[in-house]
């Protein structure tokens, strides 16, 4: 499966982490969760209630003391703009993220109907279908597809982060089209993080930015998407960024409605994948390298409580 949604679980912030390393494991041993120090500044808050759990990424819409809802305006809602793009989570990382599991805290009356759907695109499926000369090109060039997490950001906020200059931030490396392991299928490693394409000799393809805007279109088209609707505190998405994309849906209550969302992500463990084409143990990237042309202060405003 690409996904699976489970409804009304009972897990807890300590309960959803320990779960997660489920996801995380093989059997070699143990794996790892991806965790959020690295994008924590030394000054900035924390959420308390989040503490000791730094494998907990805060997809919600409230402030860094969860009192109140972000502003709109701050950069760190800029930031999260980028959520409404097709992605897969990390593929900025130089070792890919495998299994993402993402819970409901808190959520609007569902009988107000306010949307914030997660959205998910089948890359597999997309893959088998695409004309078979395309599949041609691509398997026969072999590709590297280049991801830049100051891509992604500059699409999602462009005004915002207009000063960011993808070309001083890290990138990493990673093949577009893979074999998913565990189904046996081919994949296109696509979204919002494919930020060009290199070929064999590391030069940039020509054409790279038409090809990746066809692939990441192709993968998005209404046959291969399914959105996955929140109705109650407790749901829980689990899904595999080796084969599928995901975004966040319009959600009607921004600035005005509580949303807390919780997200845990798995390191691939796969011995030929996991680390593309940038060399085992290479240092994961900092919040500061990703958005150093445009820093984020030590705390982000916020509206009136709700």
Known sequence: YGFILLRATPLSDASHVSFSRLFASDPSGPGELDNITRFLPP???????????????????????????LDLSSPRAMLLRANSLWHSDLAYNPRRSSYSLLRAVELPPWDLEMGGNTEFADSRTAWEELAAEKKWELLTKDWTGVYNAAHSRKMGAPEFFKGLDPEEGPVSRHKVVQRHVESGRMNLCVGAYLWRLEDGEGKTVPGSEEMIKFLNEHVAKERYVTSVGWEQPGDLVIWDNRAVLHRAGEFKGVGKYRRDMRRTTAFDQGPTTAWGLNGEGVPLPTLESITKERGLPSTQPAVGKS
């Open 43 to 69: 000054s900035r808050a924390r959420r308390l209630r989040y503490y000791p759990h730094l494998e907990l990424f805060d997809a919600s819409n409230l402030s860094d003391d969860g009192n109140a809802i």
